[in-house]
């Protein structure tokens, strides 16, 4: 089946780092990628759709200076968090459909195993 | 934007018993995934079900998209069941998802 890889899995670094996150579509290509947030007791926002050799597409209320996305492959996209500070700490997670598909394809979406993002 | 409301918000069951989980989303849709977010934070596929019933094992899921809902069986509950049960769908057409409000299930010996 469709398996989506994300790393790294944690990350705990000093304010004013910035922070990158893959997702790789493992055994098939993904012209369209998603980047969602999960903040604690919460449930999954979506921040960005993450577009293969164009740019992102970002959900009102997400800074896209703040939360660089990079597709340059159609296996490979990243979120890249710029100049991180506490209140960026959160759970991080990508997802893909199947096969070669664009944004409006109708598959079902398989996530990577999440990066969970933690800010001292 | 589409609403996606689940209930109960908590569920506690003894080992072995049996139970339902409620999706009701606020407008149609042609997808509907239900997921499993163990207390690692990983997230489960568990069914891809626009319509009508499949099951899985101890899982089976039924998705009435006439009526706007969708409902997630988890029949003889293990402790390996507990964690977030979210039901998705699909946000501004598309393969972007809405996530519901999930359900937090905790399964005890």
């Known amino acids: 089946g469709a398996v989506v890889s994300q790393h790294p899995s944690r990350v705990i670094c000093k304010s004013g780092t910035s922070v990158k996150i893959e997702c790789r579509s493992l055994d098939f290509q993904a012209t369209t990628m998603f980047w969602y947030r999960q903040f604690p007791k919460q449930s999954l926002m979506l921040m960005a759709t993450s577009n293969e050799g164009s740019k992102a597409t970002y959900e009102q209320g997400v800074e896209k200076d703040k939360f660089l996305i990079n597709h340059a492959s159609l296996t490979l996209s990243t979120l890249t968090v710029t100049s991180a500070h506490p209140e960026d700490s959160s759970f991080y997670i990508c997802s893909a459909g199947g096969g070669r598909q664009g944004a409006y394809s109708n598959q079902p979406q398989h996530f990577g195993d999440g990066t969970r993002l933690s800010i001292l | 934007g589409i609403q996606v409301e689940q209930s109960p918000p908590d569920l506690i069951l003894q080992e072995g018993a049996n139970s339902t989980l409620r999706c009701n989303f606020s407008d149609s849709v ?80």
């Open chain 2, 30 to 109: 042609n997808n509907l995934q239900w997921f499993h977010q163990n207390p690692w934070g990983q997230l489960i596929n568990l069914f891809y079900i626009p319509s009508g019933t499949k099951q899985n094992g101890r899982l089976s899921a039924t998705t009435v998209a006439t009526e706007r809902y969708s409902l997630l069986y988890i029949s003889s509950s293990q402790t390996t069941d507990s964690g977030v049960y979210f039901c998705a769908v699909p946000a501004g057409g598309g393969n972007k998802l809405t996530f519901g409000t999930g359900t937090q299930l905790k399964v005890e010996l």
